[in-house]
């Protein structure tokens, strides 16, 4: 990190030891899974995890613990975070298994395939004049695979159509207190995203397109207030 960023970091850390979170641990989960095809070659996505890298920031700046659980990016390092790298969807698995015990929250921004080869050449695979196939298996459902006793659970939901249809689905199947649902096209890569937020008890709520930072402020911010409304459900 440069030295103006450890300034940053430093001053975030600081202002956030009395912050909404502090106390909480939060795991955060970013960027694009690669998937070995051979030695040299993946398969990835686009997802550049500038939105779990946020979130991640946000989360400490209102004072929470951060796990960032991260896919390879070109992001520096979230200062004061945690910072665990994977690279498949395989070791994304693995890993947040082993840090989501205790925590309050998971936020699963990590775009994750969905399959992935179903052999790996143990050597680099050599081209002939004939097409080839590569056959994929699938990937273990995370969200919907790891048991997160307590903890707020939150994913993310990247469509290009029927968007809400697809992030109300996910709601349900991955058993989620809250959907972040955005265009894939319009989210990836870019600096700004607009998102639509569905929560478990049926409200929706729609962010206007702003910078992802200013976003992922408002995305921890709920989760906030949906670890704090568990905490004292009456209130
Ligand atoms: O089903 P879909 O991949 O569209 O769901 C997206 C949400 O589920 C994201 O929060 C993503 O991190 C999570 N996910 C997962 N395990 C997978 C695929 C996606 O936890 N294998």
Redo the contacts with the bound molecule.
């Keep these: 990190l440069s030295a103006p960023e450890r300034i940053v970091g430093a001053i975030e850390l600081a202002l956030g030891a009395t912050g909404p979170l502090a106390g909480q641990h939060v795991v955060v989960?970013a960027g694009a899974?690669r998937e070995a095809i051979d030695p040299i070659r993946i398969l990835t996505n686009r997802s550049t995890g500038k939105m779990g890298y946020a979130i991640a920031r946000a989360a400490i700046q209102a004072g929470a613990r951060v796990t960032l659980i991260s896919a390879p990016t070109n992001l520096s390092p979230v200062e004061g975070a945690e910072m665990i790298d994977i690279e498949s969807?395989l070791e994304?698995?693995d890993a947040?298994q082993t840090h989501v015990a205790g925590a309050d929250a998971l936020?699963?921004?990590?775009?994750?395939?969905?399959y992935r080869p179903l052999d790996v050449a143990t050597d680099k695979i050599k081209k002939a004049d004939a097409d080839m196939a590569i056959q994929l298996t699938?990937?273990?459902?995370?969200?919907?695979?790891?048991g997160t006793p307590g903890a707020i659970r939150?994913?993310?939901?990247?469509?290009t159509r029927d968007h809400e249809a697809?992030a109300l689905g996910?709601l349900e199947?991955?058993n989620?207190d809250m959907?972040?649902a955005n265009d894939a096209r319009e989210a990836m890569g870019s600096d700004e995203n607009a998102v639509t937020l569905y929560f478990r008890d049926g409200r929706i709520e729609t962010l206007g397109r702003d910078a992802k930072t200013d976003l992922a402020q408002q995305i921890v911010a709920r989760v906030g207030a949906l670890i704090l409304a568990r905490r004292a459900p009456s209130l």
């Design positions: 989960t899974t969807a994304l698995l947040v936020i699963m921004a990590a775009a994750v395939a969905d699938r990937n273990p459902d995370i969200l919907a695979t790891v939150v994913g993310f939901a990247a469509e697809n996910k199947r991955k989620l959907i972040v």
